[in-house]
């Protein structure tokens, strides 16, 4: 590479589903989820820094309600790196307005790389390497670079990349043209998409040279770009929520795939710790834990000086913290969601979310 990549955080989400754990004023993101200290914002940041070159290079956009949280975070980001939205309006405003920025800043050739906050990656050294593959195919081509995750089991809760002819091959990695994007498949569908071997897990994360997605947004969708190109952020009022898949990358015909292998996880709810996290041998143990005879739980206590006792419990989540204990089945994770909807419809309760 002759430039340093401008990774970019995109730091919005919420992360409902780990609530209790995550809640308003300390969304997903903001979480240490492994029990090393670190959240998963700080492990983005210090796995990106390697390729910016240094903070001056690294970009995060987030929401305005958890901005103060993200300076506390990273306090060496500088300043003008952080991009703080006025109302949440999924990725694609996300995506045109940084891309707006960075452009003014570096140039319309500078290579962006958009990263989601709540990723855990195994192989860094991987992952590099194929975000340096990714770069020097943005550099080359009028290129928009996915990177589709190599699925090893059928996932229903994961968009799918179906790739198309072999085009280049870049850091001895192959490059594909997409052919299409899929959305959250049922499980059959899911099951012949690897039967194939042409389709990877959407991963969320994509790289390109500023100026090509803005000629992309101008011609796909200028109702997103343009507002922003004359307001900025005043724009955020009048814009719809869209996100950049549906707005860009499925109508785009410059998009194409790097199948990854590096250890991914996009870390969608309680049930990830299995994958995140080393058992006991019975349970997955994150704080005070002391049983008999319960085995497939997954347990976070976030308060050393309390205890989770259980006795013959079966594949349930149990969490505690602060002043909020779940506990749910772990086929039911997904419906954690739906009890926030509930919480909120009380005054009272809503002030735990």
Do not use: C
């Amino acid at each position: 590479m002759t430039q340093p990549l401008i990774p970019v955080i995109l730091a919005g989400g919420k992360g409902e589903r780990f609530w209790p754990l995550s809640r308003r004023q300390r969304p997903k993101q903001f979480l240490s989820l492994d029990g090393s200290g670190e959240s998963l914002l700080q492990a983005t940041a210090n796995r990106l820094l390697p390729l910016a070159d240094n903070w001056d290079n690294l970009w995060v956009i987030t929401a305005s309600p958890i901005a103060d949280g993200v300076r506390e975070q990273l306090p060496n980001l500088p300043s003008n790196n952080l991009l703080v939205e006025p109302q949440g309006k999924d990725t694609a405003p996300a995506v045109a307005w940084t891309t707006l920025e960075i452009a003014k800043r570096y140039g319309k050739d500078t290579v962006i790389g958009f990263f989601p906050a709540d990723h855990w990656i195994k192989e860094t050294d991987e992952f590099e390497k194929t975000l340096n593959a990714a770069s020097q195919l943005a550099i080359a081509e009028d290129a928009i670079v996915t990177l589709g995750i190599k699925p090893n089991y059928p996932s229903t809760g994961y968009g799918y990349i179906e790739q198309g002819n072999l085009t280049n091959n870049f850091n001895d990695l192959p490059v594909y043209k997409v052919t299409r994007f899929t959305e959250k498949p049922d499980l059959e569908t899911a099951k012949s998409f690897l039967e194939t071997g042409r389709f990877s897990w959407n991963s969320g994360m994509f790289i390109f040279r500023a100026g090509v997605v803005l000629q992309e947004l101008e011609k796909h969708t200028p109702q997103v770009l343009k507002p922003l190109q004359e307001k900025g952020e005043a724009a955020y009022e009048e814009l719809e929520k869209t996100s950049i898949d549906y707005a860009l990358m499925e109508k785009t015909d410059l998009t194409y795939v790097l199948p990854a292998n590096f250890g991914w996880d996009d870390l969608g709810d309680w049930n990830s710790l299995e994958r995140l996290v080393d058992s006991n041998g019975d349970n997955v143990e994150l704080g005070n834990h002391v049983t008999l005879d319960s085995k497939g739980a997954i347990i976070y206590n976030s308060d050393e000086q309390e205890v989770i006792a259980t006795i013959g419990l079966e594949d349930v989540v149990i969490v505690r913290d602060k002043n909020v204990t779940l506990v749910v089945n772990k086929n039911r994770t997904q419906d954690i969601k739906k009890l926030l909807k509930e919480l909120q419809k009380d005054s009272q309760l809503d002030k735990l979310l």
